[in-house]
């Protein structure tokens, strides 16, 4: 398992290109199984998690290949209906072929993804969406088995305690899509990877109104064709950027910033006094020299709110900013794991039940610390290259499931960074 070595107290310096989005293109190789033709995804960031999925459309017999440095051909024509628990397990996003394979086969087999570091992870909404299409559904040995020859359109409420699904909805999306009637689903997810899904699955022939809210209107069809697609930029990733700009006082262009998908961000940012400006509607530039921040209270809320998997980040970035913030996660109330390792940098924060209490202002300074899940493994990136002193990161296989080529764009924006393989 590699580690990743950081020298702290550097500004970062120069420009960075977010890679496509994570969250958008990895239901979209799933919604390749909707369609025997070929299927053309551009923009795919190079990341072990896309390496997963893709194991797992072939596991289910499509042919799915990297064609050239982020594209990849998925071609569905003749599949099966069970995706196995020693590929789903890996990865939580797995769970996309379920829609994808009722609605094109009729039936699905498909293991529970099980929970992870930040949470239990339920699938109770996605079985009810199927349940709504009128799909018989039954857990059996750790299996979602569906029937779904008596599907047809509805109306589903897809909220939950927690608000919306983001994958609960690509797969009721999904699988209405090939369902005869109409499908009405409220209070749908309205993350930018949804629309984007929305996008390729209108350019395969679906029949889709209602795109970006929270009430998408499907009509199904009888069969839909291959498309090419190009997958919008990881905004996640570039508010991992924007923070270690500023964390590090540095001077950066984060290119594929999309300020129309940052909005709740970048208000905890302003609120915060971090000084930034967008540049056109693609980029934002960070020029943080001699930056001092306001501490802030923060909620992580679904799309349009202050998205959960920016959370950590802002937990770091606010160890630089004198004063008490409050940061509460409403999404994941579990989703802790990079507290006590902040706090082993020496940042003063606690958790206080679903929130974070963070006194900011002291310098943190570099020891070793455990990668726990990808976006806390991104915190201790942020507070790594922020404290004074070394910083050792272990388990950064984290890290590779979500941003492609961290360490190389690091360095490129003169971090003192190495990636140390785990004989070293
Ligand atoms: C997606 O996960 C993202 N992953 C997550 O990003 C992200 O944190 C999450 O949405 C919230 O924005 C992908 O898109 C691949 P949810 P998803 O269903 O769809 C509860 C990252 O770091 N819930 O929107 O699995 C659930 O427990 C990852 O890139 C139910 O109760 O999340 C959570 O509290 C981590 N029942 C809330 O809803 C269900 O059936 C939101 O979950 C489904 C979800």
Known sequence: MDSLFIRGGVKLEGEVSVSGSKNACLPMFAAALLTPEKCVIKNVPNLSDVRSMAEIIRSLGARCENIEEGTWEIEA????????????????????????????????????????????????????????????????????????????????????????????????????????????????????????????????????????????????????????????????????????????????????????????????????????????SSSIYVDASGASYRPVEAVTLPYPGFPTDLQAQVCALMTQAKGISIVTERIYPERFMHVPELARMGAEISREGSSAIISGGRKLSGTHVMASDLRASAALVIAALAAKGETLIQRIYHLDRGYDSMDKKLAALGAKVERRKSSE
């Open 77 to 280: 024509r003749e599949i099966s209906c069970t995706a196995p628990y020693e590929l789903v397990r890996k990865m939580r996003a797995s769970i996309c072929v379920l829609g994808p394979l009722v609605a094109r086969l009729r039936k699905a087999k498909v293991s529970l993804p099980g929970g992870c570091v930040i949470g239990a992870r339920p699938v109770d909404l996605h079985i009810k969406g199927m349940k709504c299409l009128g799909c018989s559904v039954e857990i059996e040995s750790g299996y979602i088995c569906v029937d779904a020859r008596k599907i047809r359109g509805a109306q589903i409420y897809l909220g939950g305690r927690f608000g919306s699904t983001v994958t609960g909805t690509s797969n009721v999306l999904m699988a209405a899509t090939l369902a005869p009637g109409s499908t009405i689903i409220e209070n749908a997810a309205c993350e930018p990877e949804i629309s984007d899904l929305c996008k390729m699955l209108v350019g395969m022939g679906a029949k889709i109104e209602g795109i970006g809210s929270p009430t998408l209107c499907v009509t199904g069809v009888a069969s839909l064709g291959g498309t090419a697609h190009s997958v919008i930029p990881d905004r996640i990733e570039a508010g991992t950027w924007i923070a270690a700009a500023l964390a590090t006082r540095g001077k950066v262009l984060v290119r594929g910033a999309l300020k129309k998908h940052l909005g709740s961000f970048l208000d905890i940012l302003e609120r915060a006094e971090c000084p930034f400006e967008t540049r056109g």
